[in-house]
C-alpha cells in the first residue's frame, strides 16, 4: 500500500513564535491567541473565503470509485465491472451510467480521482477525511482532531441562534440496527478542542412523518420573562465557578446559544421539512438521504455554516450496510446506493444555483477510501465476495461543486486498474485544505488543546487547480 503523500509543513509553528506567545501571556493573550492572529492575515487569492458555508456529503462505507466517478471500460473485465461509462455535459469527461443526473450538471463538478491514503479500517479512516489528520491510536474519541465543523465553532462562525455544526446520521426505526459506523467512528465531533465544540447530532430519520429534532420552543409555563432570569442566575453561577475553578469560557456560549434557540420565535423552523413544497421534497427523494439533504439546505440557508450529512443506515437484513459492499456491489451500487446519491446531490446543486446559494455554498462528496481494483479480492480482514470489492485506500475519488470551486473539471488520475494515483496523488490533509481555504481558516491556524498547547489545525495545502 502507498505511503501518504508529502504535504507542506512549512506553516507548523516557528520556536521563536511558541516563545513570543510566552512572553505575550504576561499581557494576558496565549499561543493560540498570537497564532490565530497571524493566521488572519494570511489570506490569498480571491477564492479565500468564498464559501460561507459548507454541506459535506459524506457516502459511510467507501464508494467503488471505478464504479461510480472513474470507469475503467478497458480493463479486464474482473476490473471494470458490469458498468458503462457515459458522456457528461462537460465533453471529454465521463461518470457511471448510474448517475445520469449529476451527468447533466458535471459544469458544476469538480471531480477529484487521486485520493490515497494506506489506512484500511472504517472507524478509524474516517478521521482522515473529517479532519485531514492521521488518526490518532486508541479509541478515545475526545483525543480525535477536531471536525472541520468543530474548528468553525471554535472560531466563532455562524450567524443567529442555531448550532454552527450539525451531523444528519439518520438511523432506522428497528431494534436490529448495526450502529458500529454510527457510534464508533473517528473524526465526527470536536476532540480535543473540547465537547462545547461537538456538533447538534440528529439520527432522526426526516423522511418519517414524526421526524422531530428537540424542543425549540418553550414550554406554555415558561415565559420569556421568566426565562430571562434564568439565564440571569446561569451567568451569576458562571461567574463563582470561574473564580473558583477558572473554568473555560466556552460553556457560556454553550449555554448562551440554547437559551437563544428557546427564545427565538424561528429557530426551531429550520427543522420544519413540512414547511417545504411537495415537490421540492420529491425532487431531493423521499428517503432518508434525499431529505436529510433538503434539512443541510435549510439549516445552511438559516445561518449553521457546516452540516455533515452521513449516508444513512436503512437496517437492511443480509445486505451490506451503507457502501461497503463486500459482496452485491453491482446489485446494491445499481438498486440501492447510486440513484438517491444522484437524485439528491444533483436537487441540492439546482437548489443552491436557483436560491442565489451554491456560490458560496461549498459542497463536497467523498467516502473514507475505496474499493479493490479487482472484484472479489481481499484486502482487510473483512475480504469480499465473488460479487464485491473489500477495503481500498490505495485510490479513490471525491467530487467539490460550488463555494470557490471551479466546476467542469477532473483532478489527477488512477492507473489503468484504478488502485493508484497516476498523476497529482492527493493526501486527505491536503483535500481538507482545500476545504478550509474555501470557507476562510487560513493554512497558519492553530488552536489550543485541553493543555493548551497551540497545534496547526491542518498542515495541508490548497489544490489550487480545482479553484474558481
Known amino acids: ?128 477525511l473529517l479532519t485531514g489528520q492521521p488518526p490518532p491510536r486508541g479509541d478515545d474519541l475526545t483525543k480525535d482532531w477536531p471536525h472541520v465543523g468543530s474548528v468553525l ?14 451531523s444528519m446520521r439518520p438511523k432506522p426505526h428497528m431494534e436490529n440496527d448495526v450502529p ?10 470536536a476532540g480535543w ?3 462545547a465544540y461537538n456538533p447538534l447530532t440528529i439520527d432522526a430519520d426526516p423522511n418519517f412523518a414524526d421526524y422531530h429534532v428537540g424542543d425549540f420552543a418553550l414550554p406554555a409555563e415558561i415565559s420569556l420573562a421568566r426565562l430571562e432570569s434564568r439565564r440571569e442566575l446561569l ?36 427543522f420544519d421539512l413540512d414547511a417545504e413544497p411537495p415537490a421540492v421534497r420529491d425532487r431531493y427523494g423521499r428517503h432518508p438521504h434525499g431529505q436529510s439533504v433538503l434539512q443541510a439546505r435549510r439549516l445552511i440557508e438559516a445561518g449553521v455554516p457546516l452540516v455533515t450529512v452521513y449516508w444513512p443506515s ?30 439528491a446531490f444533483s436537487a441540492l446543486l439546482d437548489d443552491l444555483a436557483e436560491r442565489g446559494l451554491l456560490d458560496e455554498t461549498l459542497v463536497v462528496w467523498t467516502g473514507e477510501f475505496g474499493r479493490t481494483p479487482r472484484v472479489g479480492q ?59 481555504h474555501c470557507l476562510g481558516v487560513s493554512p497558519d491556524l492553530a488552536l489550543a488543546d485541553q493543555q493548551g498547547r497551540p497545534l496547526v489545525i491542518c498542515p495541508g495545502s490548497p489544490i489550487h487547480d480545482l479553484l474558481a
Open 378 to 436: 481481499r484486502n482487510s480482514d473483512a475480504g469480499a465476495g465473488a460479487d464485491g470489492r473489500d477495503h481500498w485506500p490505495g485510490c479513490f475519488s471525491a467530487v467539490l461543486a460550488g463555494g470557490g470551486i471551479g466546476g467542469g473539471q477532473v483532478y489527477g488520475s488512477s492507473d489503468r486498474h484504478a488502485a493508484y494515483p497516476a498523476s497529482n496523488a492527493i493526501a486527505p490533509v491536503d483535500l481538507i485544505a482545500t476545504v478550509y
Open 314 to 343: 436503512e437496517g437492511i437484513k443480509n445486505v451490506s450496510v451503507y457502501w461497503d459492499t463486500h459482496s452485491r456491489n453491482f446489485i446494491d451500487l445499481k438498486e440501492r446506493l447510486m440513484p438517491p446519491a444522484d437524485q
Open 1 to 128: 500500500m502507498p505511503t501518504q503523500p508529502t504535504h507542506n509543513r512549512s506553516h507548523v509553528p516557528t520556536r521563536r513564535d511558541l516563545l513570543r506567545a510566552g512572553s505575550l501571556a504576561l499581557f494576558g493573550l496565549s499561543a493560540a491567541d498570537l497564532l490565530t492572529a497571524r493566521a488572519a492575515s494570511a489570506v490569498a487569492g480571491p477564492t479565500f473565503g468564498r464559501a460561507k458555508s459548507c454541506i459535506l456529503l459524506f457516502m459511510w462505507g467507501g464508494p467503488a470509485h471505478q464504479d461510480t466517478w472513474d470507469l475503467k471500460p478497458d480493463a479486464p473485465a474482473e476490473i471494470r465491472g458490469e458498468f458503462k461509462p457515459i458522456a457528461t455535459r462537460v465533453p471529454g469527461i465521463q461518470i457511471c451510467e448510474h448517475l445520469p443526473l449529476l451527468a447533466e450538471r458535471a459544469d458544476k463538478l469538480a471531480l477529484v480521482r487521486s485520493l490515497t491514503h494506506s489506512n484500511v479500517d472504517h472507524l478509524t479512516a474516517t478521521h482522515y
Open 193 to 195: 478542542l473540547g465537547q
Open 180 to 189: 458500529r459506523f454510527v457510534e464508533q467512528s473517528h473524526g465526527q465531533f
Open 235 to 270: 451567568q451569576n453561577v458562571n461567574e463563582q465557578l470561574r473564580r473558583i475553578e477558572r473554568r473555560a469560557p466556552a460553556m457560556d456560549g454553550f449555554y448562551g446559544r440554547a437559551f437563544e434557540l428557546l427564545s427565538s420565535s424561528g429557530a426551531g423552523r429550520a
Open 153 to 166: 465553532a471554535r472560531l466563532g462562525r455562524g450567524r443567529g441562534p442555531l448550532p454552527p455544526f450539525v
